[in-house]
């Protein structure tokens, strides 16, 4: 059974940089038929897709962030990662990795969210 | 691409169906048949429900059903039950080669 684990600190402060790391367990990431994603929801509101990445490198992220998100891979570690720079209180949420389907890219394996809250 | 546009409430008596409409553009659901749904009980990670307008994943009961005309797609779920309390999100690729969500959709029993 695929799971998915988030990691990454729980509490920032504005303008720092946000870096979440998700490892990939029962399953290689290495598998020609996914991509890997990242999505957010901040507390009492919808979901948002951020960006995803193919094993070999390949990215895709949301226009609405402006340049501010990196999301890289390591196969050794089946682990992918975001990097979401300056921060501020709009980035408060909770943050989903998942498994993508390469052809259309719905998500069908999702890790349980990591909380990540922007300190005053 | 803006957020797909969902109601924000559904509610249904125990053992009626209702329907979730996800309204996207031609750039978005109108474009392709990649559209799929989630549903999300209160504090728990969304599961996958739907996908490619009207397909189910193994483990998914059949009282879920979706289908799609022109830039809007709909989730029907027949027989209402408790357990189907939760809100419910639809998603769709799109032709900048990004996803996007709906704004979401809480389901209430009355």
């Known amino acids: 059974q695929l799971q998915l684990q988030e990691s990454g600190p729980g509490l920032l402060k504005p303008s720092e940089t946000l870096s979440l790391t998700c490892t990939v367990s029962?399953?290689?990431?290495?598998?020609?038929?996914?991509?890997w994603s990242w999505i957010r929801q901040p507390p009492g509101k919808g979901l948002e897709w951020l960006g995803n990445?193919?094993?070999?490198?390949?990215?895709y992220h949301n226009p609405s962030l402006e340049g501010r998100l990196t999301v890289s891979v390591d196969t050794s570690r089946n682990q992918f990662s975001l990097k979401l720079t300056s921060v501020t209180a709009a980035d408060t949420a909770v943050y989903y990795c998942?498994?993508?389907?390469?052809?259309?890219?719905?998500?069908?394996?999702w890790g349980q969210g990591t909380l990540v809250t922007l300190a005053s | 691409h803006s957020a797909l546009t969902q109601p924000a409430s559904v509610s249904g008596s125990p053992g009626q169906s209702i329907t979730i409409s996800c309204t996207g553009t031609?750039?978005?659901?109108?474009?392709?048949?990649?559209v799929s749904w989630y549903q999300q009980p209160p504090d728990k990670a969304p599961k996958l429900i739907l996908y490619d307008i009207t397909k189910r994943p193994s483990g998914v009961s059949n009282r879920f059903s979706g289908s799609k005309s022109g830039d809007t797609a709909s989730l029907t779920i027949s027989e209402l039950q408790a357990e189907d309390e939760a809100d419910y999100y639809c998603?769709?690729?799109?032709?900048?080669?990004?996803?996007?969500f709906g704004t979401g959709t809480k389901v209430t029993l009355l």
């Open positions: 990445i193919y094993f070999r490198g390949t990215t």
């Open positions: 029962g399953g290689s990431i290495s598998n020609t038929n996914y991509y």
């Open positions: 998942a498994r993508q389907i390469f052809y259309s890219w719905n998500f069908d394996y």
């Open positions: 031609s750039s978005d659901i109108g474009a392709y048949n990649y």
């Open positions: 998603a769709s690729y799109t032709t900048s080669t990004t996803s996007v």
